[in-house]
């Protein structure tokens, strides 16, 4: 199937097998990869990507889903030689190790970031009708999808409330 969407501010036109995921697609046949397949089954969020500014697994969407969307990964978030936001707040609090699941950490907090910008609840919101205060309760339980297999929670979080104008 033909499809064709922006990708990284650039339109982008493949021909699939409809049974292609969006993270194979990306990674496969048009050379991203900053997005990881981790697990495959959308448990540890390395292949997060943002898709018409919302995150997603990408994993467990198929390519052919996203006709006209406007697709963000990793590689898409730093404009020219200036890093995202989210990015130099992962450098500056030294928020990776490995760096496997870098990459979809940072998208989903760039999509989280937004969310509560948004005034979207939580779990653990306790206040529906107030503005989202980003406590570490409320970031962990927003990040709850993503893993590190190194334990760099610590610095993540600090990373996040940084970026989140939390610090």
């Not at 306790?126 to 929670?153: F, H, K, P, Q, W």
Request: hydrophobic letters at 40%; one cysteine or more; a negative charge.
């Amino acid at each position: 199937m033909k499809i064709s969407f922006t990708l990284n501010g650039q339109a982008a036109s493949l021909d699939l097998d409809p049974r292609t995921t969006l993270l194979d697609a990306l990674r496969e046949n048009l050379g991203l990869k900053g997005s990881k397949k981790g697990c495959d089954h959308g448990q540890c969020g390395a292949c997060t990507v943002l898709v018409n500014g919302r995150r997603i697994n990408a994993c467990l969407s198929l390519a052919v889903t996203h006709e006209g969307d406007e697709i963000t990964t990793i590689e898409g978030l730093a404009q020219d030689e200036a890093l995202h936001p989210v990015q130099q707040a992962f450098l500056e609090h030294d928020a990776f190790q490995c760096g496997y699941c870098t990459p979809g950490q940072i998208c989903s907090t760039v999509g989280m970031l937004k969310e509560a910008a948004d005034g979207w609840a939580s779990l653990v919101t306790e206040d529906l009708t107030a503005d989202v205060v980003l406590s570490d309760e409320e970031i962990r339980e927003r990040m709850s999808g993503n893993l590190c297999r190194c334990s760099a929670y610590p610095q993540i979080l600090a990373a996040i409330r940084t970026a989140g104008g939390v610090a």
